[in-house]
């Protein structure tokens, strides 16, 4: 049987998974990051080929997506590169056509697209301030000594809703110190931190845009229970959560290998489940041949120069 492989490999997570010619997810694993992207991948990888061994599946196409998709694509070997917002969409329309709107909230940033008959028209990303990611609420969970697999749930406990400012991570902090010190309860804040963060994504990455629906929520943070009932509340709307919700950047650039070899009849780029095995060393220096003072990336495989990028005139990349 023949398979489609994506790799989503952000700051805070990497995702793996494998699907089938009909869109059929045959294996699926997010990975923390923790700094060691082309790590993360390889032990994704020699996940992936203990689940496919022996059961005769052939690697066809390979797709790499998230910030760290240019470094790991040239890891691995696959046949396209595309941005998340692309890959968002693909998984989306894919699984839902009719979808409008959809909210993606990650470890690290988030975003907003908006579509009509399955083509993206309009999108939004915040990838400066951290406040309203997956990695603020993971702080905040554990300020208050919570779980963050239970933060959602605490948040469906509240009695009554508090205001938290939610613009910024430092002014949240602080508003919830203070919020502690007046006697509001743990459920009460976690509620109040949940509605100012989709507050705080609307107004940002939402302002001036015709949010419609249906409206799909993906990314990790989709599996916050408080976080979805705030939107739903903000929106007046019912938000659907995806069976893959974390994982479809990896779901979406799968399907975009697959369409891209089948468009071109090439066989795949991807150099094998030996990749586990390769030494990626990535270094860096400045290039001091004119005033630009570039910083080039070089990165090399098995002692050899593979790639090097970073400079303005392509007087290292070029070569």
Known sequence: MDLYIGVDVGSVSTNIVAVTQDGEVQF?????????????????????????????FIIKAVGATGSGRQLIGLVIGVDVVKNEITAHATAATYFHPEVRTIFEIGGQDSKIIMLQDGIVTDFSMNTVCAAGTGSFLDHQAERLGVPISEFGSQALKAKKSVRIAGRCTVFAESDMIAKQQYGFSKPEIIKGLCEALVRNYINNLGRGKDLRPPFIFQGGVSANQGIVRAFEDAIGCEITIPRYANVMGAIGVALLAKAEVEKTGKNTNFKGFEIVDMDVVPTSFECISCSNNCEVVKVEIDGEVAAMWGDRCGMWSAG
């Open 28 to 56: 699926d694993q997010y990975i923390r990051t923790g700094g060691q992207p082309i790590q993360s991948v390889k032990n994704g990888f020699a996940e992936l080929k203990k689940t496919l061994d022996g059961r005769g």
